[in-house]
């Protein structure tokens, strides 16, 4: 009984304290355009903040069902606008066909805290996509304005090191995607002479990383994880840098997720490094294969590969035939075995050349692996794959250990680019052999 | 004949680079949203910056032109959303509706020197406009997003005095637009220990002030402007100070008409204030009336009046004519006049209650003094009514030397703003009286 | 035999290297006092960084055999002075008995690099100077120009947080010398919000902290250190802060020995904070007290004791008699007991009344305590003596595991200094009656 | 009557104020060494800056009288020293020689405003030294003490452009010693991107400059002042820039006389601009003669220039008697004239004669040039001497137009600084050919 009478207060709390966010939120969008309601975004931003969980899906069910476009507006604007095209027409169209909710978010990033305000929604909003698709509006939405607030005309590039704030290497530890940070001594070899970690920040969020990558600079171009993230390694002095190698990269505010941040972070580092080090002849990564395990075990049908010849399906089918031969039937076996030898020559041929094709044939496709097409897409080339280069049990098991390098080349990015959105894979010679 | 083969030369040189930079915007709005694209943003920058006039003028065509939202396409979408309101079909409206050149001024921005490109555009776009209204769309996209990454969550208020650089200080000499500071010694005085002067600054245009504030500190509120800025007065000792009178605000960047920066501004500084120097008591303005002389010349009909009773317009009919009387009918006179002695008394009285009736009645409609709805509008309360306080040419010509003080009581403007808003004018007893 | 050869072509090398040395430090004396030299100074100093420990000595050397005051030249000076006071004679004095190395290291300090040198050089020579006394010379021109250098007037004092870079606080890790700190996570309790730690910065010196204190932000004065120390304990709210504690205090410069910067950041800080934190009612440290239980154990004479009457030696003489009793016959045993129930109320009260005599009676002489000279120096009064307030193995060996709490009192620092050069030492009443 | 009862009244308020400082001066000297004394400190700064002329009168008094070493201890200690050298006796030594009032000067040193309270102090003295020669130990103090404060190390060297603050670029106004800025136009244009301006400060006294040098980029070396100083000359673009000339030194602190930061800044800033600016080949000034008319004019034996040979002077006599012959007998009719056409080729030949014997012969001695002997000790060369450069009313009087270029090369200004020590002054070819 009691149980049941606390709910019905909590409830009704919650409809209170949601009603009266709405009507603060009408009342800011009443303002007119430029004028007015900082005082009332302040305290709206303030109590967006309080809201439990219950309460900011009925803030969601507010944005979504009040601040959507109005249906019979928006057409009557459109097919004024079909008719006649004027400055007054076409007003009325961008006017009735934006969702009113942008306003609202872009009157609360007038005050600080605003923007906080916003990648909070937008991390609270994920959970509860997949149960109410129609939300998805509201995503895109926020999506649309975290782009434009998050521009890289607006962010600073800053090179952390030992020097920085302990707050912000804090964040790093946490957030490694990759490689994890073993704590403070770990983090500390990471920062030293022979390597660099740059992150992008923003000014509204102070001392708070959005993004950041860690690379090393080395004699010649990496073939293996362990000795890039080995802390008690010696620093290499500067004269033998030759290479600077891309080794992990890893997004801090999940509120970001698809405000592509990596692109930009990667090619201003690059373009910084070459200044500071005019030494450095090469850059790449060091990245790994994510997806390639899952695939090869899924037992795909090489006939299907996008752009694949009927030869070189019919080659890919006997890697595969060798390969399983030399895994006793199970190709899943690779995933626990650091040591290839029992996969002889044959063997150990035939898995890179089925890597070769995963990467260089299927990364046009959305069912590409994703750190691939993120590379691809940014211009790099298909370098060099690795075997043996990653033998922790995550590295075997998505890639039965390979790694590889993407190589940036600044001059020929644009173009690499534009080449992969036509479905085409840049690759060095010796990949080009593989296939 | 050369001439017209140079001009002709001339035009197919415009057309071309024209030409070309659609191409680039094209190629830049085909990208991904999210990816690549910064090094074509940077050279259509770079163009952008070369072109002169007649090249603009091409391109604000292909903006209007080419990049305005498709009216089928608009419509079609439209219809779809009409019928069923779901994400896709959003996303499909807000897509269609908007005009393509807002996405590419934001892919511009993403790069160094985008944000200070659309100021420029604007700034070019504006002598523009009269002949050619088409144009008006252009603009109002400007200042959409304009209004957007100038948003005050994104700017600094600093305080400016003479520690700051000369290359900023040269700037407040250049845009003073209501007291004109004359040289450097008259800025020095300006800017000494009973003055003070605030700016807004954008993170990404540096040093440049974007709009400013000039206050003076004082043991009481002023009823003239002259010792105001007398460049020979002796500064005040902080224990006098009980007032802070606002006594000019400047905007550094017309590229920014229309963005409201002038009412966070204020209140910002008097907040500061506040904590800096607990003494003040009150924040004021010594504020022009631009529109005051050409109102009452142009004999305007006191029963037209907005909220003046029959009585009221009565009453103001007599004072005119008493004025009138007093400057031998020809109240023009007076804007040749510094000392009003010659109008007595109940001269004097007239010309305050004709004031008064033009500020408090007029100002919630257009054709109110525009400084009277700036600070009206802002939630000031009008607070005093000055004669003889500006007896410079400009301040008899635009007022006959009366000035008035706007009071801001931080606690009181949300509700005096929305009161405007009804078309009611806050205002002293004093001012109360005269009406 | 090869040895034999290595070691003399060694003696030669440094013999060489010192020569050189000196050559260089003979002719930059010989400059005129104003000019030149800078070039020279730099290599100078880059050498000295390069000197072994032998070489050291050989340059340690030079400086006390070339570079003191000529006892004739003095001599003669003297005379001269003592027969006629003019700005000649005197001049000729003040130059003839300061030593030469004086002015060498003066312009050894205009090159960067020449403050740490002479840093280096001091930390070298401490471990010299038992076996070689007549270097004392060489310290004491050392210390006089450190202090010169490192007059706090020069210096600027930084508060450290969690917000600082991690190189420097991995110094503080590494030179606490009161309460060690235990890694990271330990560091960072004790820079949250209800703690503070400041250390002073030399502008050449960089990041490099000379001297810290911790700071603990508390409801009352503390009666036990393990609280204060306590990583998993949870920060307090700012409206319960009464009492902030001085609970730690370390150099990080031992160059620096015998330039007193302590005493002037503990007034600094408390200043800041009373600034910053005017809830703030009592400034006091929790102390050990490290030569109470060798002092004990040694069987003082209690009638030796500067001050004491007759009636209280006979006191103290019983005292210990009771705590002798308590620990059948064996006052060692005191070290190894953290609580003290065996020793009763009696027990317990004699040790407390044995402390308050060496506190407050030996204190104003060089056998006094020293951590409790340094407070009482300071102008601090003797507030409280805690009983088991250090319960760790340091703290029971030193003190039995008593703790002694000191009272800043700003108002009266400066009189209660002047007091104890006089030999008075000011108490609280409570600790009155304890004596 | 009241007038001496007044001045009575007045003396005795000054001599109690003396009493008492001189009463904390001692208080402050008493304490040890290496504690306390701040507040007290404080006070006597404070104090020091609210004394009159008379006052100061006093308290030089005191430092003179009771702060110089007892002529008796001295002895007394030298004797023992003579008769055993340790460190006692070197202690005593030291401490007996030193005046006292070095001692408190370092210990206002120690609080913020010691500095300037020590340079105000010397300031107030120079006055008086004329008149009171027993005050030069005084003087001699304090300039030791500066020396060591203001040592290099210490200073930093930062850039002053438009973008400094405007505080301190009227501070470069009001100093400008050579060549005077008229008004900020002109200063403006002496920071445009052709022309650098260095300056020293040091981190005691915030933006105040104490020395600044004003550097023009060139094409050549400059022949003439006019065009570096024309404020309507167009800069230059940065391809252009083969020689840096310094062409304006000048000092802001006269309580730094004798403290010499000039030759440092000099070197510095040559260092600093090379690494900039890789394509300067040449670092030289253009630099007025501010003696040589006055010494020709003064009819020198030119038999007495030092290193002159018989026939070098017999040359020179005859160089005297052309130019003499050519100004019909009036040697100082050429300080009133601008163009030399009238002394015919042989005339100006005779002109620069003189003037290259007068810098290269003369300088050496203490009756030198005086900025000749600054630049020629620093280690530049006499490079060229320039007729008609400076016409101004100034450059004719001193100079009769002439100046001079010296050449600052870095990696000989060693070897020349210890060349011209022993009496040689380097010099080109070309000044070679007029000896």
Known sequence: MLDDYRQATLRQRTARAVRRLQLDCRRLLSEKADLGGLALARQIVARLDELDDEQLDGFFDF????????????????????????????????????????????????????????????????????????????????????????????????RVDWNAPAQLLERLIQHEAVHAIDGWDDLRRRLQADRRCFAFFHPQLGDEPLIFVEVALLPEMPDAIAPLIDKASTPRQPDRFKVAAFYSISNCESGLRGVSLGNFLIKTVAQQLQRELPQLKRFCTLSPIPGFARWLLAEPDFAQLPGATRAQAQQLSAARAVLRERCAGDLGALQGISRHEHLGDEGRAALLQLCGAYLALLSPTPQGDPVARFHLDNGARLERINPRADLSTKGLRQSFGLMVNYLYDLDKVEDSHVKFRQGQVRHSHAVGTLL
């Open 63 to 158: 944005l979504h069902r009040d601040l959507s476009p109005d249906p019979a507006r928006a057409l009557a604007a459109a097919q004024a606008y079909a008719e006649l095209q004027t400055p007054q027409t076409l007003a009325e169209l961008v006017a009735a066909a934006e969702p009113a909710r942008q306003e609202l978010l872009r009157r609360l990033n007038r005050v600080p805290g605003g923007t906080a305000a916003a990648l909070r929604l937008r991390r609270a909003l994920f959970p509860l996509l997949k149960d109410r698709p129609e939300l998805a509006g509201i995503d895109a939405d926020l999506l649309h304005l975290l782009s434009s607030w998050f521009n890289p005309g607006f962010l600073q590039m800053r």
